[in-house]
Nanobody, 119 residues
Framework: QVQLVESGGGLVQPGGSLRLSCVVS????????MGWYCQAPGKERELVAS???????KFADYVKGRFTISRDNAKNPVYLQMNSLKPEDTAVYYC?????????????WGKGTLVTVSS
């Protein structure tokens, strides 16, 4: 099993910064890719940023140039550095990890951390 615990959310003013952390426990040796998703009220969960097992990163267009994703060695923890935050970035942010179980790709989720951007 894989467990994910996020931290670092909170209230920040527009233009400010936050760094989210995701600590992975359990069968971390088999983790493939990791990422951050967000879900705003009334909207579907969507990808914000991801980092592959080889270190390749991917970002949603609306966060390019503002957010970065990184990880310490052994894939744990994973960070999302969020700069130049906007009110529309307000959402619950979820950490995601996946791994193959045979030929099936399994997804694991944390419980989320709330980010509120407001003056």
């Amino acid at each position: 099993q894989v467990q994910l615990v996020e931290s670092g959310g909170g209230l920040v003013q527009p233009g400010g910064s936050l760094r989210l952390s995701c600590v992975v426990s359990g069968s971390i040796f088999s983790i493939n890719d990791m990422g951050w998703y967000c879900q705003a009220p009334g909207k579907e969960r969507e990808l914000v940023a991801s980092i592959s097992v080889g270190g390749r990163t991917k970002f949603a267009d609306y966060v390019k140039g503002r957010f970065t994703i990184s990880r310490d060695n052994a894939k744990n923890p994973v960070y999302l550095q969020m700069n130049s935050l906007k009110p529309e970035d307000t959402a619950v942010y979820y950490c995601n990890a996946n791994r193959f179980m045979g030929t099936t790709l399994m997804n694991y989720w944390g419980k989320g951390t709330l980010v509120t951007v407001s003056s």
